[in-house]
């Protein structure tokens, strides 16, 4: 069946320092992944995407890895701050899905 | 200006109660969603709707009953609610399809739903 999974539930990092959290996929099929971020008591809210076609995507202290060879994606944190700190979903889809498949989810929480 | 509201935010019910949950969304998507997140936090996809016709039913229990009475509005009504309906429920919309992908997700805060 269907599964996006993470491969750690919390991750703690120092205020500063990068965050990597990373995100396993099952389905061969899915060819666009986006993460999202959720603030506590608020609904996820998009970060960035990428596509199947891309390896790498940067936005603005946030970096996206894919690697479709063993179906891994990761959303690299430069310079976490504690504003950062949330839960952090891996989403998948493919074209006609008309839905995404959200993973479990990773909480981020920083230290000072 | 709210994008994507939902109401109420919090409701707790008795067991075989039945209840309602309402959504809008202002940004004149054509898809509206509901999901649902539990205890550890998994989001899962129950219901989608476009131009107010059903296209997914994620295999939920037929006491969930969505209703979109335009794009704008896609409500959630439940029936005799069970302990393990307890959780919070997601709405959100998204642009029409582009080139058959689902669109950027926009959610709602959710709607906290405690069955006792």
């Known amino acids: 069946g269907e599964s996006v999974g993470l491969h750690l539930p919390t991750l703690s990092v120092q205020e500063g320092d990068n965050s990597i959290i990373n995100c396993a996929y099952s389905?061969?099929?899915?060819?666009?992944f986006i993460w999202y971020k959720q603030e506590s008591g608020k609904g996820p809210q998009f970060i960035i995407d990428?596509?199947?076609?891309?390896d790498k995507r940067q936005g603005q202290r946030v970096t996206v890895l894919l690697n479709k060879t063993v179906k891994h994606l990761s959303l690299q944190i430069a310079a976490t701050q504690p504003g950062d700190s949330a839960v952090y979903f891996c989403?998948?889809?493919?074209?006609?899905?008309?839905?995404?498949?959200f993973g479990q989810g990773t909480r981020l929480t920083i230290n000072p | 200006d709210t994008a994507v509201s939902q109401t109420p935010k919090y409701l707790v019910t008795q067991m075989g109660n039945d209840k309602s949950i309402k959504c809008e969304q202002n940004l004149g998507h054509d898809t509206m969603y509901w999901y649902k997140q539990d205890s550890k936090k998994f989001l899962k996809i129950m219901f989608s709707y476009n131009n107010k016709e059903l296209i997914i039913n994620e295999t939920v229990p037929n006491r969930f009953s969505p209703k979109s009475p335009d794009k704008a509005h896609l409500n959630l009504h439940i029936n005799s609610l069970e302990l393990g309906d307890s959780a919070v429920y997601f709405c959100?919309?998204?642009?029409?399809?582009?080139?058959?992908?689902?669109?950027?997700?926009?959610f709602g805060e959710g709607s906290r739903l405690t069955v006792l």
């Open positions: 389905n061969s099929a899915s060819d666009y």
């Open positions: 989403a998948e889809t493919f074209q006609g899905a008309q839905k995404l498949v």
């Open positions: 959100a919309s998204s642009r029409r399809e582009i080139a058959g992908y689902t669109g950027e997700l926009f």
């Open positions: 990428i596509r199947s076609n891309m």
